[in-house]
């Protein structure tokens, strides 16, 4: 469906062409301070049109706030958040009536619902993850103010070239959005940032495209946060992180490297933080344990496939089996992982904050029971 979330729920509409994109988010508490600004300065990061890197599609992607706010600030009601589409062009997809473009969601929605958009991806497009950064936007100034909750996604990966584990260790603790939106590419590192933009370039100039990984870190998540079972934090940031357009991995901590270890390297020994609770000495488990957040920097890396779309012509067959060959036009991603970047940072974000409502909800009903007797406490609450 087109609604993510429980307690802070977002639901997107809009195809890439239509009149405008956006979100319905509800959930918001109230007397939160927002004014269009906020919200659009994650927008104008993922707009089209930035660089030779990407789509030369010019969308502005200026957001407008239809409801939930009043002068200034939010009223606990739906917030209704709108971005006008307006250089489309729909004659560009002509030869997608014919052809379904390989590898893109042209036949499997035919196949789901006997119809799809006439033009450009439709909700399989990028366009609709506009709707996602404006309401995560929303959802990361609370976390910032309320929490002191930081966000920082960047590029450590694009074909072949990837940073070097250590230099990503090393930026995640000092990274910052100032320091990731320095180079076009969106790599914070100093030697593999060249070579990825290069990398990029080139796959351009041959009408060929490519895929990357993106790595985001969430520092200063409270503890508590995840459900058990099914709705583990690393389930639920999975899950979000998966229904980004053109994503095919996801890993939290460790990950698949993991596996290479034995468990008495693994394992994340704890040590007093001097704040009266519990800090780990290393940090495979990426901030997560048995779902629930640890309270240590959260990090994980998504994975993301080159471009369906690219502009070499390819043999294939139409859509009632004759075999041909498509020439796709219109304007497309070389390679999505930089503009991917504020995607993923407001999809943590959205995670987050439906997370920290229902803990929130949990703890105020807990606090009006009476005390825990002393007894069954394992350790002082903190």
Request: proline fraction near 6%.
């Amino acid at each position: 469906m087109s609604t993510f979330g429980s307690a802070f729920r977002v639901t997107t509409y809009g195809e890439s062409h239509c009149k405008s994109v956006g979100c319905i988010i509800d959930g918001v508490p109230p007397g939160l301070a927002l004014s269009e600004a906020d919200i659009q300065v994650q927008l104008t990061r993922r707009r089209p049109g930035q660089s030779k890197l990407t789509t030369p599609r010019n969308e502005t992607d200026n957001v407008t706030i239809q409801s939930g706010c009043e002068m200034g600030y939010t009223l606990g009601t739906p917030i209704c958040l709108t971005v006008p589409n307006q250089d489309h062009r729909p004659h560009d997809y002509s030869e997608t009536d014919l052809y379904p473009r390989p590898s893109h969601a042209d036949y499997t929605y035919m196949q789901k619902y006997g119809i799809k958009a006439s033009s450009g991806g439709g909700r399989s497009s990028a366009r609709e993850t506009i709707g996602r950064v404006a309401a995560g936007a929303v959802a990361e100034k609370y976390l910032a103010e309320v929490h002191g909750v930081e966000i920082v996604a960047f590029v450590t990966g694009v074909g072949p070239i990837q940073v070097s584990e250590p230099a990503l260790q090393q930026l995640l603790g000092s990274v910052t959005r100032g320091i990731v939106d320095a180079t076009a590419v969106r790599c914070p590192d100093e030697l593999t940032a060249p070579l990825m933009h290069d990398e990029i370039v080139s796959c351009s100039e041959a009408k060929n495209s490519t895929g990357g990984v993106v790595t985001c870190v969430i520092r200063n998540a409270p503890a508590g946060l995840g459900e058990p079972c099914f709705d583990k934090l690393e389930a639920r940031l999975a899950h979000a992180m998966m229904s980004i357009p053109a994503t095919k991995g996801f890993e939290i901590g460790s990950g698949f490297a993991g596996t290479h270890m034995r468990g008495s390297e693994h394992n994340d020994a704890f040590e007093a933080n001097g704040k009266g609770g519990l800090r780990t000495l290393s940090n495979h488990s990426g901030g997560v344990q048995g779902g629930i957040s640890n309270g240590q920097t959260i990090y994980f890396r998504v994975a993301f496939k080159p471009p369906a779309t690219i502009s070499q012509d390819q043999s294939t067959a139409t859509y009632d089996g004759q075999g041909g060959v498509l020439t796709a036009r219109g304007r497309h991603d070389p390679c999505v992982v930089p503009r991917a970047v504020p995607i993923v940072e407001a999809m943590a974000a959205i995670v987050l904050m439906d997370a920290v409502l229902q803990q929130n909800g949990r703890t105020a009903t807990r606090q009006l029971l009476r005390p825990v007797p002393d007894e069954l406490k394992a350790i002082k609450p903190f």
